[in-house]
């Protein structure tokens, strides 16, 4: 019976190799969690991995955290229709500002003004309430900021 | 005993047998509370609010270490152009992470298409993100549970245990994964699930000048989307697909799905 026995001693080291590495492999809180079989076979531990991801933005509310060392900027903002846009949108993630990064990046470019403020010809949109100007007539090539203060933009011309 | 006590008697013993033991179980206080816990994120989009600036698609990819050159993105705005003939004209350059600055439309491979300003009959934004869905399409055909629903709603990748099959990509109706081409798995949006679990808003609330977007927990009666939610005109993508998403629209039109 040598013949059977063989492949049948192959076949039954496979398996107890494979279930050996299972037990090993496979963390111990994986399996059935809360929301069932269908929708919550997973590994328990992740979701904790996914609470502590690195936070980026602050986005604080009325931009008090960027008021305490920026006073007068935060102030100009606040009094012009710029007064909607968190500082980071243009100033770029400061969670840990000033410790790190000690200094932003300042999006100044055209381009990021233009993504409200070209104009597009769409009845009922949004777009519209937002002044608008044609980016190919309205002086190409020059950046915004160097007419337009970007705080206080009722201010006028510079 | 009397006729009329043993009818009685035969009533309340017949009544007490057809309540299921099953029943009785539901009214233990530990399962009620652990079948509703005090947290449901819902999203809340007021497409009525968007002006295509596309400033939450750059927070979310800033935020969430998402290559800015590659054409991947976890959230996305799309443009809608319909002319007074019915025609209706789509785009999504770059998943608007540089927001709409030309009235071109992009169409891929036909090319920019320009549309006569005065053949327009309306013109709209509508930012797009995961709809974590109460019935997730994703999260049941994972064939190594690497994708799965979380207790309070959003649906998250094991990054560790998936191994790119890419089958979550393909079933997913609302085209709101895809695949990572740095961790090489599945990749998808979280509504910033590191953020709301430390009292904080997603990054594309927080990065909207507009409040068109708005995150909000199901479970507060209080919580502003939870009340826009229940008492306004609100319309979610791809009913039919019985997904059951939270991700809730105001002004949604036909013309998207």
Same mark, same amino acid.
């Given at each position: 019976?040598?013949?059977?026995?063989?492949?049948?001693?192959?076949?039954?080291?496979?398996?107890?190799?494979?279930?050996?590495?299972?037990?090993?492999?496979?963390?111990?809180?994986?399996?059935?969690?809360?929301?069932?079989?269908?929708?919550?076979?997973?590994?328990?531990?992740?979701?904790?991995?996914?609470?502590?991801?690195?936070?980026?933005?602050?986005?604080?509310?009325?931009?008090?955290?960027?008021?305490?060392?920026?006073?007068?900027?935060?102030?100009?903002?606040?009094?012009?229709?710029?007064?909607?846009?968190?500082?980071?949108?243009?100033?770029?993630?400061?969670?840990?500002?000033?410790?790190?990064?000690?200094?932003?990046?300042?999006?100044?470019?055209?381009?990021?003004?233009?993504?409200?403020?070209?104009? !597009?010809?769409?009845?009922?949109?949004?777009?519209?309430?937002?002044?608008?100007?044609?980016?190919?007539?309205?002086?190409?090539?020059?950046?915004?900021?160097?007419?337009?203060?970007?705080?206080?933009?009722?201010?006028?011309?510079? | 005993?009397?006729?009329?006590?043993?009818?009685?008697?035969?009533?309340?013993?017949?009544?007490?047998?057809?309540?299921?033991?099953?029943?009785?179980?539901?009214?233990?206080?530990? @399962?009620? !509370?652990?079948?509703?816990?005090?947290?449901?994120?819902?999203?809340?989009?007021?497409?009525? %609010?968007?002006?295509?600036?596309?400033?939450?698609? %750059?927070?979310?990819?800033?935020?969430? @270490?998402?290559?800015?050159?590659?054409?991947?993105?976890?959230?996305?705005?799309?443009?809608?152009?319909?002319?007074?003939?019915?025609?209706?004209?789509?785009?999504?350059?770059?998943?608007?992470?540089?927001?709409?600055?030309?009235?071109? !439309?992009?169409?891929?491979?036909?090319?920019?298409?320009?549309?006569?300003?005065?053949?327009?009959?309306?013109?709209?934004?509508?930012?797009?993100?995961?709809? =974590?869905?109460?019935?997730?399409?994703?999260?049941?055909?994972?064939?190594?549970?690497?994708?799965?629903?979380?207790?309070?709603?959003?649906? !998250?990748?094991?990054?560790?245990?998936?191994?790119?099959?890419?089958?979550?990509? =393909?079933?997913?109706?609302?085209?709101?994964?895809?695949?990572?081409?740095?961790?090489?798995?599945?990749?998808?949006?979280?509504?910033?699930?590191?953020?709301?679990?430390?009292?904080? %808003?997603?990054?594309?609330?927080?990065?909207?000048?507009?409040?068109?977007?708005?995150?909000?927990?199901?479970?507060?009666?209080?919580?502003?989307?939870?009340?826009?939610?229940?008492?306004?005109?609100?319309?979610?993508?791809?009913?039919?697909?019985?997904?059951?998403?939270?991700?809730?629209?105001?002004?949604?039109?036909?013309?998207?799905?």
């Amino acid at each position: 019976m040598s013949h059977v026995w063989r492949p049948l001693w192959v076949v039954i080291i496979l398996v107890a190799g494979i279930l050996t590495f299972r037990h090993f492999y496979v963390p111990k809180s994986f399996g059935v969690q809360e929301q069932g079989y269908m929708y919550g076979f997973h590994r328990l531990s992740n979701e904790k991995e996914w609470i502590n991801f690195p936070i980026s933005y602050k986005f604080s509310k009325d931009d008090s955290y960027c008021q305490q060392c920026h006073p007068g900027h935060v102030k100009s903002l606040l009094a012009s229709p710029h007064a909607i846009i968190p500082c980071e949108d243009c100033h770029g993630p400061a969670l840990n500002h000033p410790d790190n990064p000690a200094k932003l990046q300042i999006d100044k470019r055209r381009a990021l003004c233009l993504r409200c403020h070209a104009n !597009l010809p769409y009845p009922g949109a949004g777009r519209n309430v937002v002044p608008g100007i044609d980016p190919v007539t309205h002086n190409p090539g020059q950046e915004c900021v160097e007419c337009h203060n970007p705080h206080n933009v009722m201010e006028g011309l510079q | 005993m009397e006729r009329r006590d043993f009818i009685k008697s035969a009533i309340v013993v017949v009544a007490g047998a057809a309540v299921p033991m099953s029943a009785l179980e539901l009214m233990n206080p530990r @399962d009620v !509370l652990a079948a509703n816990p005090n947290l449901k994120w819902a999203f809340l989009v007021d497409t009525t %609010k968007c002006v295509g600036c596309g400033m939450c698609v %750059k927070a979310c990819k800033t935020e969430n @270490d998402i290559p800015w050159t590659a054409n991947v993105s976890r959230t996305w705005v799309e443009r809608y152009v319909v002319t007074k003939e019915g025609k209706v004209w789509a785009d999504c350059p770059k998943q608007a992470r540089d927001g709409f600055t030309s009235p071109l !439309l992009d169409e891929n491979a036909a090319g920019k298409i320009s549309v006569d300003p005065n053949d327009i009959a309306k013109g709209f934004f509508v930012p797009k993100l995961c709809n =974590q869905c109460d019935n997730p399409p994703c999260a049941q055909v994972c064939p190594v549970g690497a994708t799965y629903k979380t207790p309070d709603g959003p649906i !998250l990748v094991d990054r560790s245990w998936c191994i790119g099959c890419g089958y979550c990509i =393909q079933s997913c109706p609302y085209g709101a994964r895809f695949f990572h081409p740095i961790y090489h798995v599945a990749d998808k949006c979280t509504w910033c699930y590191h953020r709301i679990h430390h009292g904080m %808003k997603t990054a594309c609330v927080g990065a909207c000048p507009f409040g068109a977007r708005q995150i909000g927990n199901l479970k507060d009666p209080n919580d502003p989307v939870t009340l826009a939610v229940l008492d306004s005109r609100i319309g979610v993508l791809k009913s039919y697909f019985g997904t059951k998403p939270q991700a809730f629209y105001i002004g949604l039109s036909k013309e998207v799905d």
